[in-house]
């Protein structure tokens, strides 16, 4: 299923714009408008939903934070688990980490070693934006760790100027809902 321009329109008219956050110069994309318009959230759902229920899937990983909502909810349209990709210490159990570079040094992500009870599960990765494709290179790296089919990285906003998908393509397809 391929959005329409009304569609897209909806759905980025819906996100939110919030200068000098968290720091002055940066433009953030705050996608909790979108999540209180029940008209674009199952807009973008139901694209979601017809897009990916031919992949396969076994599993659904959200990278912390914004990437819980939209896995979770996607995972239970399809019918599937979801496995969150958390900031390093948030996990109770073993996990395998992954380190990546930030503009001012580094940070990690986590998914719990026990992740997917299935052998080589088809997996499909998930967060509401890609900017510089960090952490979802590190989030992907990890899922093929543990020993998963990463079937593709999916994100509802690529800030394309950024040039993140680049990254991410070095390890997996990328889809993105809105290019900005």
Same mark, same amino acid.
């Given at each position: 299923?391929?959005?329409?321009?009304?569609?897209?329109?909806?759905?980025?008219? *819906? !996100? %939110?714009?919030?200068?000098?956050?968290?720091? =002055?110069? !940066?433009?953030?994309?705050?996608?909790?408008?979108?999540?209180?318009?029940?008209?674009?959230?199952?807009?973008?759902?139901?694209?979601?939903?017809? %897009?990916?229920? *031919?992949?396969?899937?076994?599993?659904?990983?959200?990278?912390? *934070?914004?990437?819980?909502?939209?896995?979770?909810?996607?995972?239970? %349209?399809?019918?599937?688990?979801?496995?969150?990709?958390?900031?390093?210490?948030?996990?109770? *159990?073993?996990?395998?980490?992954?380190?990546?570079?930030?503009?001012?040094?580094?940070? =990690?992500?986590? !998914?719990?070693?026990?992740?997917?009870?299935?052998?080589?599960?088809?997996?499909?990765?998930?967060?509401?934006?890609?900017?510089?494709?960090?952490?979802?290179?590190?989030?992907?790296?990890?899922?093929?760790?543990?020993?998963?089919?990463?079937?593709?990285?999916?994100?509802?906003?690529?800030?394309?100027?950024?040039?993140?998908?680049?990254?991410?393509?070095?390890?997996?397809?990328?889809?993105?809902?809105?290019?900005?």
């Amino acid at each position: 299923m391929i959005l329409n321009e009304a569609d897209k329109n909806l759905i980025q008219n *819906s !996100i %939110r714009d919030v200068h000098d956050f968290p720091k =002055e110069g !940066i433009v953030f994309k705050d996608i909790t408008t979108l999540l209180n318009n029940k008209e674009a959230f199952k807009t973008l759902m139901n694209h979601l939903e017809e %897009r990916y229920k *031919s992949y396969n899937l076994d599993y659904i990983c959200g990278i912390d *934070s914004r990437g819980f909502i939209f896995g979770a909810a996607l995972a239970d %349209r399809l019918g599937i688990g979801f496995v969150p990709v958390r900031k390093k210490g948030k996990l109770p *159990s073993t996990t395998v980490c992954e380190k990546y570079e930030l503009e001012y040094g580094y940070d =990690e992500v986590e !998914i719990h070693l026990d992740a997917f009870p299935k052998k080589k599960p088809n997996v499909l990765l998930i967060d509401d934006l890609i900017a510089t494709g960090g952490t979802a290179t590190a989030a992907s790296k990890l899922i093929k760790k543990i020993d998963a089919n990463l079937l593709e990285a999916c994100f509802i906003l690529n800030l394309t100027f950024l040039n993140g998908v680049k990254k991410v393509e070095e390890h997996t397809k990328v889809y993105a809902v809105l290019d900005i």
